[in-house]
């Protein structure tokens, strides 16, 4: 307990003088682009940006869940020879509604439709079903099926966000969720947010279809199994568009802006995954000289002619496009669709001269619990107390290397963490130092008192950092923002003050004490 090798020493040492290593970049410029440097970032209340709400529009969500049953529905009972059927999808109910003319084929249909069930084995079921004596079958949605739903649209609207967001070149965004469908975004540093909100206003869900060159689309209402669409750079035309999904834009793996060798136009050249290669392929080589239209939230964006199959798994969407607006679009395309719809219900914008302010007053709170702590470890413990002084630097400096190298956020709350940790990094000094005081008082020798002083105060050490341990792990897991900062914070000060208050610390009272062999304790 009270003996170091040399190796150990120059290991401890070592491990210190990385700390500082690693806490540098924090304070000088990063000298060129290829060097590793990690800094902490800072948060939105501290630099400055922007803050938005989203909310993610569950109706539609619940509307394409039905619409997608009806179409599945209608799809096996022609596949399964049921004459005579109508499907109905009610979104006001959560449900479709299907009546079979045949009541022998009753039972086959309510078959076919216990198959539109998403629930897997065991699970409970997302479908509830009733039967009236009239032969009418409803399908509603239950509750637990609209909550996996929900949950799902917004785990995966966050990924989505998240991944057009880096496509921007945001430093270190905060996305988190909020409430049932609400999404939280801070983008430090970025104090204009509207092109932000462009992308994520988006739901960018591609799809490529056939046109219908027989359809009039003078009518009012288009013919079944066609839509009519805008054809955007057409002064608000519209074109006829087959309702089949050809191809899909999840398919998509890849797409660039960049300009036609041609006419210099900026295109979007986009690049399918093997199933979308194959597809597009088909579709191309039994169409040739047909337009085929590409269509992003139902608005048709380009349809061009397909003049000979197109085999290699690549293409190019032209239009009316500008630099930013092709970027935009390749942006979008890469990051995916969104499940629904996001809707910007709060935004704010904190000025960098709030975030000066608060780094200001963070620092100087910082600064004066620095200095208070030393004073108290000074007087109350005398030399060993200096030890603990000591002791704390290293915790501080090996804490910020710790979130430089994680390249962590910091927060106002990570500032509290910060503070607060100064003064639990010296508990187990007062702990250890009180304990060996009462093995001088008790008449040990000192270094009998300071063996026994550690290894006495090692279980209780121990035992009070590892509760507050697990219980900031568990504020880290389930809470949102800030909260997980300070968690964050609170628990890498943990780890370092256990480090530095039983290792470092002992290590300096075993080198005093090998120096100068003295016959009391200055304790």
């Given at each position: 307990?009270?003996?170091?090798?040399?190796?150990?020493?120059?290991?401890?040492?070592?491990?210190?003088?990385?700390?500082?290593?690693?806490?540098?970049?924090?304070?000088?410029?990063?000298?060129?682009?290829?060097?590793?440097?990690?800094?902490?970032?800072?948060?939105?209340?501290?630099?400055?940006?922007?803050?938005?709400?989203?909310?993610?529009?569950?109706?539609?969500?619940?509307?394409?869940?039905?619409?997608?049953?009806?179409?599945?529905?209608?799809?096996?009972?022609?596949?399964?020879?049921?004459?005579?059927?109508?499907?109905?999808?009610?979104?006001?109910?959560?449900?479709?509604?299907?009546?079979?003319?045949?009541?022998?084929?009753?039972?086959?249909?309510?078959?076919?439709?216990?198959?539109?069930?998403?629930?897997?084995?065991?699970?409970?079921?997302?479908?509830?079903?009733?039967?009236?004596?009239?032969?009418?079958?409803?399908?509603?949605?239950?509750?637990?099926?609209?909550?996996?739903?929900?949950?799902?649209?917004?785990?995966?609207?966050?990924?989505i966000v998240r991944r057009r967001i880096d496509e921007t070149g945001v430093v270190d965004p905060v996305i988190t969720r909020q409430g049932e469908a609400?999404?939280?975004?801070?983008?430090?540093?970025?104090?204009?947010?509207?092109?932000?909100?462009?992308?994520?206003?988006?739901?960018?869900?591609?799809?490529?279809?056939?046109?219908?060159?027989?359809?009039?689309?003078?009518?009012?209402?288009?013919?079944?199994?066609?839509?009519?669409?805008?054809?955007?750079?057409?002064?608000?035309?519209?074109?006829?568009?087959?309702?089949?999904?050809?191809?899909?834009?999840?398919?998509?793996?890849?797409?660039?802006?960049?300009?036609?060798?041609?006419?210099?136009?900026?295109?979007?050249?986009?690049?399918?995954?093997?199933?979308?290669?194959?597809?597009?392929?088909?579709?191309?080589?039994?169409?040739?000289?047909?337009?085929?239209?590409?269509?992003?939230?139902?608005?048709?964006?380009?349809?061009?002619?397909?003049?000979?199959?197109?085999?290699?798994?690549?293409?190019?969407?032209?239009?009316?496009?500008?630099?930013?607006?092709?970027?935009?679009?390749?942006?979008?395309?890469?990051?995916?669709?969104?499940?629904?719809?996001?809707?910007?219900?709060?935004?704010?914008?904190?000025?960098?001269?709030?975030?000066?302010?608060?780094?200001?007053?963070?620092?100087?709170?910082?600064?004066?619990?620095?200095?208070?702590?030393?004073?108290?470890?000074?007087?109350?413990?005398?030399?060993?107390?200096?030890?603990?002084?000591?002791?704390?630097?290293?915790?501080?400096?090996?804490?910020?290397?710790?979130?430089?190298?994680?390249?962590?956020?910091?927060?106002?709350?990570?500032?509290?963490?910060?503070?607060?940790?100064?003064?639990?990094?010296?508990?187990?000094?007062?702990?250890?130092?009180?304990?060996?005081?009462?093995?001088?008082?008790?008449?040990?020798?000192?270094?009998?008192?300071?063996?026994?002083?550690?290894?006495?105060?090692?279980?209780?050490?121990?035992?009070?950092?590892?509760?507050?341990?697990?219980?900031?792990?568990?504020?880290?897991?389930?809470?949102?923002?800030?909260?997980?900062?300070?968690?964050?914070?609170?628990?890498?000060?943990?780890?370092?003050?256990?480090?530095?208050?039983?290792?470092?610390?002992?290590?300096?009272?075993?080198?005093?004490?090998?120096r100068n062999r003295p016959q009391a304790l200055p304790v």
């Amino acid at each position: 307990m009270m003996y170091f090798s040399r190796l150990q020493t120059w290991l401890i040492l070592g491990v210190c003088a990385l700390g500082v290593l690693l806490s540098l970049p924090n304070l000088l410029p990063k000298p060129a682009s290829w060097v590793p440097w990690r800094a902490i970032n800072l948060g939105l209340d501290l630099k400055g940006g922007s803050y938005l709400l989203l909310e993610v529009d569950m109706n539609a969500v619940i509307k394409e869940r039905l619409d997608s049953m009806a179409d599945s529905a209608r799809q096996s009972f022609r596949r399964a020879g049921i004459p005579r059927f109508l499907v109905t999808a009610q979104q006001a109910q959560n449900r479709i509604t299907v009546r079979v003319e045949d009541p022998t084929k009753i039972a086959q249909a309510m078959g076919l439709l216990r198959e539109l069930s998403t629930a897997q084995p065991g699970q409970r079921p997302d479908l509830e079903f009733e039967q009236a004596p009239d032969g009418l079958i409803t399908v509603t949605l239950s509750p637990i099926g609209l909550r996996e739903r929900a949950t799902a649209a917004v785990g995966q609207s966050i990924e989505i966000v998240r991944r057009r967001i880096d496509e921007t070149g945001v430093v270190d965004p905060v996305i988190t969720r909020q409430g049932e469908a609400r999404i939280v975004v801070q983008l430090p540093g970025v104090e204009d947010p509207n092109r932000i909100k462009q992308l994520l206003g988006k739901t960018a869900r591609m799809t490529f279809r056939l046109t219908d060159e027989n359809a009039n689309i003078s009518q009012a209402v288009p013919p079944p199994g066609v839509d009519f669409l805008t054809l955007e750079g057409r002064g608000g035309g519209r074109i006829a568009v087959r309702r089949r999904i050809e191809v899909d834009g999840a398919n998509l793996i890849d797409a660039r802006a960049g300009q036609d060798t041609r006419n210099s136009q900026w295109v979007v050249n986009f690049t399918f995954d093997s199933v979308g290669t194959r597809r597009f392929a088909e579709i191309s080589r039994a169409n040739v000289g047909r337009p085929f239209a590409i269509v992003l939230d139902d608005k048709v964006i380009s349809a061009p002619v397909i003049n000979e199959p197109i085999v290699g798994g690549r293409g190019q969407i032209s239009g009316n496009f500008t630099a930013a607006s092709a970027n935009e679009l390749a942006i979008l395309l890469r990051a995916g669709a969104l499940p629904a719809p996001l809707t910007v219900i709060e935004e704010r914008t904190v000025g960098p001269e709030l975030g000066a302010d608060a780094i200001r007053a963070g620092a100087l709170a910082i600064g004066v619990g620095f200095i208070l702590v030393l004073a108290y470890m000074a007087v109350f413990y005398g030399l060993f107390g200096w030890f603990a002084n000591v002791a704390m630097i290293a915790n501080l400096v090996l804490m910020i290397a710790i979130l430089s190298l994680m390249e962590a956020t910091l927060t106002l709350p990570g500032m509290a963490g910060i503070l607060l940790t100064l003064g639990l990094s010296v508990d187990a000094n007062i702990l250890i130092n009180e304990r060996i005081r009462e093995e001088v008082i008790a008449g040990r020798s000192p270094l009998n008192a300071m063996q026994h002083g550690y290894s006495r105060a090692f279980s209780t050490i121990l035992d009070s950092n590892a509760t507050g341990f697990l219980s900031h792990v568990m504020l880290f897991t389930f809470g949102a923002g800030p909260v997980r900062g300070f968690a964050i914070t609170i628990t890498v000060g943990i780890l370092t003050s256990m480090f530095t208050a039983t290792v470092v610390a002992r290590l300096m009272m075993v080198r005093w004490y090998a120096r100068n062999r003295p016959q009391a304790l200055p304790v």
